[in-house]
């Protein structure tokens, strides 16, 4: 059973800064792809940020860019998003998600956390 369980959620003004955390657990044999999420309500969900497997390959929503990092730690099996000069616009639920072979199958399949509400108040 694999799990992604995000932290650091909340509620900031205008400008803050905010420092999200997604750790996967459970059966894992590799960590690819992990990606950042966020869905506003009446709004699809969008990609914000993706990294790849080696760190090395970010990738960045045109919102975000330039305000926006996001990174990952392997030996933690965790991604990070930090997010700074936060605007009101920027309010959502965060999802992550990773693509994790799993050590039973060989497979990679994809896998989702809970959600983060983030909110930036004007």
């Known amino acids: 059973q694999v799990q992604l369980v995000e932290s650091g959620g909340g509620l900031v003004q205008t400008g803050e800064s905010l420092r999200l955390s997604c750790a996967a657990s459970g059966s894992i044999a590799r960590v690819r792809d992990m990606r950042w999420y966020r869905q506003a309500p009446g709004n699809q969900r969008e990609l914000v940020a993706s990294?790849?497997?080696?760190?090395?390959?970010?990738t960045y929503a045109v919102a975000v860019k330039g305000r926006f990092t996001i990174s990952r730690d392997n030996a933690k099996n965790t991604v990070y998003l930090q997010m700074d000069s936060l605007k009101p616009e920027d309010t959502a639920v965060y999802l992550c998600n990773a693509y994790i072979t799993v050590p039973l199958t060989w497979s990679a399949s994809a896998y989702w956390g809970q959600g983060t509400q983030i909110t930036v108040s004007s």
């Open positions: 990294i790849d497997s080696g760190g090395t390959t970010k």
